[in-house]
């Protein structure tokens, strides 16, 4: 992707085999036995194509290329993103604590927290860090810091609802759905948070003008 965007196209610079291309149905897998073609990428209209980690390229990737002339590495790119991830994931859980469990004691919730990252699975990333791990673990980040924002914005809760973190929460989940498609299922629930909040926003400013309007 990033010679591609590089190069000033969205098709990667990898081109189709000729045998794949003069198939009458390349997206039979029986018809495509024994001919070399790139797996887990889009093929389309004689061009190959990546779903995966558009984001990422965006800002990290493909500014440091252009700044350096060199490659970002792939594994400290998980590990710094996955790392992140892990930073947003507890503040996340300790700002729900806060909210609505403020008299959980300690000890348990450090081991919910302990819990709550090996269960995340962006440990399993680490150690095979590929294109994959990528997409996945910037995903992770972004939605965590997405959650942990919308939050903190007391859309969720008792509280003046804050629009500044409301933007950062939408920004983030926006950003996650370009570092992997299928996050996109997270920004949609994301949109009943914000539904729910606008109508409190609105109620409250209602009621601001309305007290108001009294005095």
Known sequence: LVDAFKNG????????????????NPYDSAARQGIDCLWDHVFFN??????????????????YHLITGYYFSTPLAVLLFGGLGMIFLSL????FIKKFHGKTPLNLVIGGLIMLQLASGV???????????????????CVTAGAYFMLKSNIIGD????LRFLML???FLALAV????TLAVYSVVALIFIFVG??????NANAKKLKLFIK
């Open 9 to 24: 196209q969205v098709s990667l610079i990898a081109e189709p085999s000729q045998e794949l291309l003069e198939l009458k």
């Open 46 to 63: 004689g061009k190959y194509y990546s779903y995966y980690g558009i984001a990422p390229v965006i800002f990290l990737f493909l500014p």
């Open 92 to 95: 996340l859980y300790l700002e």
């Open 123 to 141: 440990l399993y990333c680490f150690p095979t860090p590929l294109f994959y791990e990528i997409a996945q673990t910037s995903g992770f980040l």
């Open 159 to 162: 509280g003046k609802i804050k």
């Open 169 to 171: 929460s939408s920004t």
């Open 178 to 181: 370009l570092c992997r498609p």
């Open 198 to 203: 606008l109508k409190k926003y609105l109620k």
